[in-house]
């Protein structure tokens, strides 16, 4: 005998804060868009594949969530730039510190309660300019830990930028 469960549209979870649907569908949903509420489930059963989370309330505030392969690995080792620019849609707070009246280091929250941190930056100067920096991206699902970093080296001839020397440490902490 075989047991299984028939949905046309989803499924949907109603709870005191709202509902939650776990849907499936072909695409990407944070390009095309996707009604459904915040913490939702897209399941993308194309070629592309993928496990989606929703984390706003705009049709694109989609989420890849990386997935693990057979050698340890993730699909996904960093937020895409997608992914991050799906933070910063609503409210954000950003505080920043200064040293000698320039800022040194910016600190980037989703809103000002500051429980849920989408970045932190620093800068170094070398003659009053910005020679270095590191910018930390803190995890999409609650804010609280680094999962990469991504560093710069600025070279400058006749006080003109004329590169930046970029590198990414990632922390794989099931991500």
Known sequence: MTNYLNAKNGIE????????QFLAGAGD?????QVAGIGSIFLRCDNGGGIYNK??????????????????????DCLTPEQHI??????????YDRLANKIVRTDEWLDETKTYQISSSTL???????SSFRKELFDYETGTFVIATVSGIINRTSG????????????????
């Open 13 to 20: 979870i109603l709870h005191d804060d709202g509902l939650t």
């Open 29 to 33: 949903p944070s390009v095309s868009g």
């Open 55 to 76: 984390i706003n309330n705009t049709d694109i505030g989609w989420i890849l969530i990386p997935t693990s392969t057979s050698s340890g690995t993730t699909s996904s």
């Open 86 to 95: 799906a933070l910063h849609n609503g409210n954000k707070y950003i505080e």
């Open 124 to 130: 170094d100067r070398t003659a009053g300019r910005v």
């Open 160 to 175: 003109k930028v004329t590169s930046i020397k970029y590198s990414r440490d990632n922390l794989i902490g099931g991500y």
